[in-house]
């Protein structure tokens, strides 16, 4: 396997460091944090060559929150300073993994994505009777540094490189705990060897990538598995025959105790037909259609009526809800979701009251409206300057009632 070296040059390049900042600022532009490193950019980015040419750059503090979509996770938000670096990183090493990397990998690629992986899905379901669907217990957690260490140094031999990325693999917030003995272990062996990698960092991506890349070469060049595709930690097998996928699963199992210090989820492995339906990134696919998962539709009617409140008191703008309003339609619509769409847009308003209502009901001079409807897909989106936002498959119509005289 060939090794790369000279590669740190190319990281700490200022032209690399400048397209590792645009792209580190992209829906971010206007926050406190990005704006301040914009107004001296070019010094900063000359700084921060410096700091990484002497090796003295080490990553700043992080934040730290919880979501719940649908279940906990704990992410992890890097200072802008670290994102750009990070950027950085992969716009040279990613390209270098990216080409043994197997075509059935989705997660995190160019070309690739949730969309094109639920197609694959599709596809592979109408030539089979089974299905094979596992999930790894606690993967970013549970990451092995040493092992993603080796599996770095396989196509990277440039000393410099594997500092700076020993550097963020060593200087990872502390993550759920996933505590598992492995064959070989002794009593203090899950307690010396470090675990984990934050979820919301670029890099993170890419080593996640990385790190599940065996697993990806195993199941095609040696147990030569036909249909096969991941997404992240989530992954399906399908074949004619039950018996065929769970002798995978036991392979599988071996495999990820053995090489990678991992453990499939014990209540999220299971082989059932196909023509049940598959549950996967968010959609539920049929052999004849596809639908959007219940608790996406309950999710995004929450997130109008927080939207319709952060409108009513100033807190966000007409152009920001009909992007979040645009994506979710670009996601719903690759499923059969016409009247569900029709049925949570077509009464939806938003109203803005800049005077005091005192008690008055109806519209009153000085409020905004935006109303939302839906419209069959276009395929485009497109925002005029005009009072009225075309979405994907949705209209948003403002109108500004001018205040009496």
Partial sequence: MKRHRQLFEQIVAFDNLLLAARKAQRGKRFTREVAAFNHQLEAELFQLQRELLARSYYPGPCRQFTICDPKSRLITAASYRDRVVHHAICNIVEPLFERTFISDSYACRKGKGTHAAVDRLTRGMRRNAYILQCDIRKYFPSIDHAI???????????????????????????????LRYFAGDDLFTPYSRKRGLPIGNQTSQFFANVYLDPLDHFLKETLHVREYLRYCDDFLLLAPEKATLWHFRDAIDDFLARALRLALHPTKQWVRPVSAGVDFLGYRVFLTHRRLLRASGYRFQRNLRAMQRAYRHGGVTSGIIAQRIAAWLGHARHADTYRLRAALLDRVVFRRVTTRERGCSAVVPGTTIIQTTSAPPTGTTTIPRTGTTTTASGVCCVRQVPPSR
């Fill in 148 to 178: 993603l260490k080796d599996l770095l140094r396989r196509k990277i031999a440039c000393p410099r490189t594997l500092w700076l990325l020993d550097l963020i693999i060593d200087s990872s917030s502390p993550q759920e705990e996933a």
